[in-house]
């Protein structure tokens, strides 16, 4: 940041925009996050994530047609067709269909920016996401869904983690596993698709999993792992905001590759407990 006091640049709109992304995909690590690792869907993410590109081009096409349309709801939506795809599927077949409906959301989202080659940049920017470029209405809605899967977390947490752990046991003990992994599934996928404005689609999964996967090796404890997953995207992001303010470099890519060393120093952590 040339010329600029590190005070004077913390004050800024764009600056404070990004340390709120940050705070907000720091909860969605500790929530989302954890209960994909609980759930061993770790993939939906990747498959969410870039389906929702797919959505989004669409929403765009749509518009270019005098159809009102918002990208980010055609996003939503076609991620959280990709969770009910996975729900649907059989456990052993959970990752062939979200792979299979990865390749075809790919495909579509393709096709449909041939269509609109002079609105493309829109779709690609999910696609790479920059913390700075966060607008107020980004944070609005983030901050929205964040909350609202915060509640729907609180609200199912017991039979969340009932389904997530022992899925056979929970229909025995008389539980709607099928529903309830629905709705697990889709608030996966519905916080894979909030991050995208501010990682993309690349990096989502290392903020989204990373945190999570890393506390899981560390933490002794369920309550733990939702904490250790916070503090650890949290740390990361502002780590990627601090060195982007020395050197002309994404605070994504930062955050992410520190989320990611951090996991693997975790595994190296337990090997040495002897765990």
Avoid: C
Avoid at 8 to 25: D, H, K, N, S
Avoid at 129 to 148: A, N, P, Q, S
Avoid at 231 to 251: H, R, T, W
């Amino acid at each position: 940041m040339p010329d600029m006091e590190i005070s004077e640049v913390l004050v800024q709109p764009y600056m404070l925009r990004a340390i709120a992304g940050i705070i907000l995909i720091a909860i969605n690590a500790s929530v989302a996050g954890s209960f994909t690792i609980f759930r061993n869907v770790s993939f939906l993410v990747a498959g969410a994530s870039h389906s929702a590109l797919a959505g989004a081009a669409l929403f765009i096409l749509l518009g270019v047609y005098g159809f009102p349309a918002n990208p980010l709801i055609g996003a939503l939506l076609f991620a959280i067709a990709t969770a009910f795809v996975a729900g649907y599927a059989s456990k052993e077949e959970t990752n062939t269909a979200i792979g299979i409906s990865f390749a075809m959301s790919m495909s579509l989202a393709i096709l449909f920016i041939s269509m609109i080659r002079e609105y493309a940049a829109k779709v690609w920017s999910l696609l790479i996401g920059d913390l700075f470029l966060l607008t107020y209405e980004d944070l609005y809605l983030i901050t929205f869904v964040t909350f609202l899967s915060l509640m729907i977390a609180l609200l199912f947490y017991k039979a969340f983690l009932f389904i997530s752990f022992d899925s056979e046991g929970a229909t025995a003990f008389g539980l709607n596993t099928r529903r309830y992994n629905y709705l697990l599934l889709s608030l996966i996928a519905i916080s894979a698709v909030m991050l995208l404005k501010g990682v993309g689609a690349i990096l989502v999964f290392a903020m989204l999993v990373a945190p999570a996967a890393a506390s899981n090796e560390l933490a002794s404890n369920l309550r733990d792992v939702f904490i250790y997953a916070f503090i650890i995207a949290l740390v990361s992001g502002f780590v990627g905001i601090a060195i982007s303010f020395f050197f002309e470099v994404s605070p994504g890519a930062i955050a992410s590759l520190l989320a990611t060393t951090i996991y693997f120093f975790s595994l190296l952590a337990r090997r040495f407990r002897g765990d």
